[in-house]
């Protein structure tokens, strides 16, 4: 589409992007670039099994679009989930964690770029997801209605900038070890985690101990 024509149409917008790169690229130029170059490629890779086209790159930030808002969608999962292992191999100083956000709409289509509230949905919620997450808005959670190996949990109806109306938002869950939306920030979804793995067990054991006694001596 390089003739110039505008053209309206439905379709799924993914943006991904690096959590903390401008951070990155004042501390280590050179490896921010690296990995700048892991993200792209590894976006080029998977979107393109799932039928995403590569709009442009805007930054860090890569906007994606589709026809289809579901498999964007496990296009985002098995992206995180290439991060996520990637990240379990390499040195802290050398993880990438990326940040997804998806959203369907009515978009403005004109020479090979996209425009109009459609984009500006998808690349506001983004911000919303957690380092290594994904967020969807509701219509994009409709469209999931028979997918039951994607979970998703309420974050919010949000007020994005320049958007008139709050725009329901949506955590897409892990396969696996999924943290409880208790509106929790990052710091604190971690000392969850920890929580549940350590402090719980024993909390627990000494509620029983007490009990123990209690039906003991009294």
Known sequence: ????????????IMFS???GYSKMMQINETEALKLLQKHKDAVIEISAKYGGKIIKYIGDEI????????????????????FADRNATVPKSRELW???GIHIGDVIMKEDDIFGDGVNIASRIRPLA???GIVITGSVLILLGNQDDIKCDFVGNKKL??????????????????????????????????????KLPISVSVFFLFLILFLTFF
């Open 1 to 12: 589409m390089n003739d110039g024509t505008t053209v309206r149409k439905l379709r799924a």
């Open 17 to 19: 992007d690096i959590v």
């Open 63 to 82: 906007l994606i679009e589709s026809e289809s808002a579901v498999m964007l969608v496990y296009c985002a999962k098995e992206l995180q989930k290439y």
């Open 98 to 100: 990326v940040r997804i």
């Open 130 to 132: 957690n380092p290594g």
């Open 161 to 198: 900038k320049n958007i008139k109306d709050k725009v329901k938002v949506y955590e897409v869950l892990p396969d696996s070890q999924p943290v409880p939306n208790l509106g929790l920030n990052n710091n604190s979804a971690a000392k969850w985690n920890a929580f549940l793995k350590v």
